[in-house]
């Protein structure tokens, strides 16, 4: 009999886990294996093969992720961008249309702008404060709305409960990249969102050892993307599986620290005079703070500032600074820091980069969970020289 579970945090330990145990181990094993007995299936799909992102250590997976987003099925994909891309392929061919947020991830602003069109795909960027102006933008071949939780790097907070509805009400899919949020504090299908997607990369797994992907959402979108996906052979391997399925068990206690850290961070940021802005939906003086109170369960781990003084300032910083470590991604146990147009950002147009409001001299900090305290006195010292 399968057991129910009430609350999230129980569900990452226990939800998808084989019943019974597989030879009584309490951790899943790998099952280090790209082909498996056939067993009478009748359709391609439904073979055991390691490309079809069918193994043990796949299903497992896809059962946890269902269920932290109550959603009604998920699927592992190789990276984020794997799961971004098989699913704006799946949702659209030539001729057809797309709305998307203003203000997203470099590489899928580049995927939109520069890929899409090269397939007869248009697109149209909608602003995510205004959801009166997204109607004038609606197309006979409009077939989906994408924006993110919190945008990346700028922290912005769209409309996304009219976006849903949005969606709803104009017959077209409703796709989400809920990445910096997490499970733990917004999931997407509970507001209606038939598509929610995550770099697994980043907090899903925390340990910024792994690349990984997955889309989570209804099971006829999800049925969809695993055909595609099958066939553009964006699988996971299972050892990455193993990773991402034991990092994944820890993501509450990470992200109630990340939450708790970010926001003492950002306020001592604010407060800062060598400071001249900081991103952070948790603070008071972010222009959608009260909606992300309405919306979410913490703020997360992610912020980004601006520095006195510009590049030459934020290069000094991140210079004298010793715990944070000057890299690219986010997400993990150790807090990272980088400038978005020298590493996630950096394939965007100046112009583009201009009209985004993302500036050369932007900082985007990924706290991660050592003592806060100490984070602060790091970043004190680094300004006093």
């Known amino acids: 009999m399968s057991r129910q579970y009430n609350h999230l945090e129980t569900k990452l330990i226990h ?10 181990a309490v951790s899943m094993p790998v099952f280090q294996s790209s082909t498996f007995e056939y067993t009478g299936a009748s359709s391609y799909n439904d073979l055991k093969y390691i490309r079809l992102n069918n193994t043990p250590n796949h299903v497992a997976l896809h059962q946890k992720l269902a269920a932290l987003e109550n959603a009604d099925a998920a699927l592992v994909t190789a990276s984020g961008m794997a799961a971004i891309s098989a699913t704006i392929l799946t949702l659209l061919s ?34 995510g404060d205004d959801p009166d102006s997204w ?64 770099s697994c990369t980043k907090y899903l797994n925390g340990h910024s ?9 209804r099971t006829e979108l999800i049925e969809q ?48 005079p060598a400071v001249t802005k900081v991103n952070y939906p948790g603070l008071e003086s972010h222009p959608a703070h009260q909606r992300a109170k309405e919306l979410f369960d913490g703020f997360s781990g992610m912020l980004s500032f601006e520095l006195k003084g510009g590049v030459d300032a934020a290069e000094h910083f ?13 997400g993990g146990v150790e807090t990272l820091i980088t400038r978005p147009v020298t590493t ?5 147009s100046p112009e583009d980069l201009k009209k985004l409001g993302i500036s050369d001299s932007l900082i985007r900090l990924s706290v991660g969970i050592e003592a806060t305290e100490d984070l602060i006195e790091d970043f004190e010292q680094a300004f006093k020289e």
Request: hydrophobic share 40%; charged share 20%; net charge neutral.
């Open 15 to 24: 939800a998808g886990e084989p019943e019974p145990l597989i030879g009584g």
């Open 94 to 127: 030539s001729g057809d249309h797309l709305l998307a947020q203003e203000c997203l991830y470099g590489g899928t602003h580049d995927f939109f702008t520069k890929d899409l069109p090269k397939l007869g795909i248009s697109f149209d960027f909608i602003n």
């Open 135 to 198: 109607k004038g933008k609606i197309r006979p071949g409009t077939k989906a709305i994408y924006v993110e939780t919190m945008t990346n790097p700028l922290l912005q907070v769209a409309n996304l409960k009219e976006a849903a509805e949005f969606a709803k009400a104009h017959g077209i899919v409703s796709i989400i990249d809920n990445t910096f949020s997490t499970p733990i504090n917004f999931r997407p299908p509970e507001w209606g969102f038939d598509l929610s997607l995550h």
């Open 209 to 217: 050892d792994i690349v990984a992907g997955a889309v989570i959402g």
């Open 225 to 272: 993307i695993i055909r595609k996906l099958n066939h553009l052979g964006g699988s996971l391997d299972p050892h990455a599986c193993f990773l991402l399925h034991r990092g994944i068990k820890t993501l509450a206690v990470r992200m109630k620290y990340h939450n708790e850290s970010a926001l003492k961070i950002a306020q001592f940021l604010e407060a800062c």
């Open 318 to 330: 991140m210079q004298k600074i010793t715990l944070p470590i000057v890299a690219p991604s986010l």
């Open 344 to 348: 996630s950002h950096a394939s965007i």
